[in-house]
């Protein structure tokens, strides 16, 4: 496979090693800044081709900020080539509220793309956790730094799409910094291969899965098929595992699933389903069924 030039190039920038930061920004209610990681490998867009910046995490904090009291964490990763930190990191506040919460968005990572494979390559899978947790280590470990007066543990994560793939792979692989230190994820049209439910740190973590009810114009049904295998082994490992239906809304994260999702992080009463039982009738048709 033939490796563009600018690729090859930021590896070799991360093998030599990381960079030291500069000074970190000073902290006051509701700014926003970035934190730049240039020695930490390509991200996924660096590979696509279509960001040849360095590895930037964007971060907010909240309207209620006080450098004398302790802030929970609400990362909200991009979806496609995880070229939108900045807009994700908007969002991440729109769906948390102006309170409470630092936001933050990363970058995606995955092994060496070849871009001839299917989705040109870009898909991330379980098989890239290792070169994720390198990169993410080196991210939480300055970002803590940088506030530091984030609690130890008890945060949330949430991906769409790529970055739902992205949540599943680490806590698949069981990534230590991670699970050490989220206790909340959340999974919008994407992570379906997430597995491990049965290890015993996943009984005290909280997830929700939505998925959407359609699938390009098709039943969804590949989509409630996976969504119900994951509450089915959440419930018999007891492992708190819920599921939101977008009904409509395909492969997309539609802004009115902000709400819900920043309630249910937040701990309040969301209407979600955490049975088999409780999906809705199954109207779909599978798409190999004779009419």
Known sequence: MK???????????????????????????????????????????????NDWSPAT?????????????????????????????????????????????????????????DRTAKYGGLHVGHDDADVITAAYGLMWDRLFEAVPNLAEDGHAICGSSNGAHTIAALVTAQDEKLLARFDTFVLVEGGFFLSGMFRKPMLEKRFLLLYGGTRGGGSGWWERTHAELRVHEGDFYGVDFNVLEMQGAGHSFPRSFNEPIGRWVRGKPVDVITSQDEFPRWSGTHPTAKE
């Open 57 to 113: 995490m964007h971060v907010g904090l909240p309207a209620d900020y006080d450098a004398a009291k302790t802030y929970c964490l609400f990362v909200l990763l991009p979806s496609g080539d995880g070229r939108a930190v900045k807009k994700a990191a908007a969002r991440a506040r729109d769906i948390i509220g102006d309170d409470r919460y630092v936001v933050a968005s990363l970058p995606l990572f995955r092994r060496p793309v």
């Open 3 to 49: 490796t563009h030039l600018g690729v090859t190039l930021i590896w070799a920038v991360a093998i030599a090693g990381w960079t030291a930061p500069a000074a970190e920004p000073p902290l006051s209610p509701g700014k926003s800044f970035t934190l730049e990681f240039p020695g930490v490998g390509p991200t996924l867009a660096n590979q696509a081709g």
